[in-house]
């Protein structure tokens, strides 16, 4: 695991966008997995910008997202579908047709995961995958358990991540307790990946991360192992490294 430390959270985003830019410029039909959250909202608005630029070019670029909660459809504005969208889709060149989330209303829950875990091998695997970390250190929605999924599956979410999520929902009753997600195998078979990590409420998290140790208990511990991965941080989430 690379950890590659920048000033501030814009810096972080900078840094972030570059990344997606080199893969995107060594192969223009590559697949990017996605993370929605706080933290790649920065990274998102640079590839908006770079677009705008006319230096970076979407067209021919897939994308599957980790993860949709439970029971939202694409109108629901709390839908990742939707976030997506707006926080990126709707701004660049990309083909909405080449763009995956998992179905949250999906009648067979089970049948989606299975499809949407075969549709990532179908189109070849993801060549980077971006991620955010839960602050109990998920990773996707796979939440600390006894036990970690290999695919695509059904997670229930647990009280942590319901409080840290909720912000986004005015209403707090009607914050759905599941999501669909891709599982840990599915995340590590990413070719490359990039792990955003920002601001001092972060820096506990970062330090578990590069325990040295792995667990379910702290699914993230897992990228430990991962022959391509970087973790990019801004100083604030560094902060208790070395500590
Ligand atoms: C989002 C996702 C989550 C988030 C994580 C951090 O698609 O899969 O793992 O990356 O919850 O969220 P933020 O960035 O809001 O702190």
Redesign the pocket.
């Known amino acids: 695991m690379k950890i590659v430390i920048k000033k501030d959270y814009v810096e972080l985003s900078k840094f972030a966008a570059l990344e997606v830019k080199n893969i995107l410029e060594d192969n223009p039909n590559c697949t990017l997995g996605?993370?929605?959250?706080?933290?790649?909202?920065g990274l998102y608005k640079e590839l908006i910008k770079l677009y705008n630029l006319g230096e970076i070019n979407f067209s021919s670029v897939t994308t599957f997202?980790?993860?949709e909660y439970r029971g939202l459809n694409e109108e629901d504005e709390q839908s990742?579908k939707y976030f997506m969208n707006d926080n990126l889709f709707n701004h660049i060149n990309i083909d909405k047709n080449n763009t995956f989330i998992p179905n949250g209303i999906a009648e067979d829950v089970e049948r989606e995961c299975e499809n949407y875990e075969k549709l990532i091998g179908e189109k070849g695997g993801i060549d980077l995958q971006v991620?955010?970390?839960?602050?109990n250190g998920?990773?996707?929605?796979?939440e600390p358990n006894q036990e970690l999924y290999l695919n695509t599956h059904l997670e229930t979410l647990t009280e942590e991540?319901l409080n840290?999520?909720s912000i986004f929902f005015t209403n707090k009753e009607k914050m759905p307790t599941e999501a669909l997600?891709m599982g840990i195998g599915s995340i590590m078979k990413a070719k490359k990946i990039i792990l955003?990590i920002?601001?001092k409420n972060?820096a506990e998290v970062v330090k578990k991360l590069v325990s040295g140790k792995i667990t379910t208990d702290f699914p993230a511990s897992i990228l430990q192992v991962h022959n391509d991965c970087t973790v990019i941080l801004d100083e604030e989430a560094a902060a208790l490294l070395n500590k």
């Open positions: 996605l993370a929605t959250g706080s933290t790649p909202l997202n980790l993860d990742y991620l955010g970390i839960g602050m998920h990773i996707g929605f796979n991540t840290s999520n997600t955003l920002s601001g972060k």
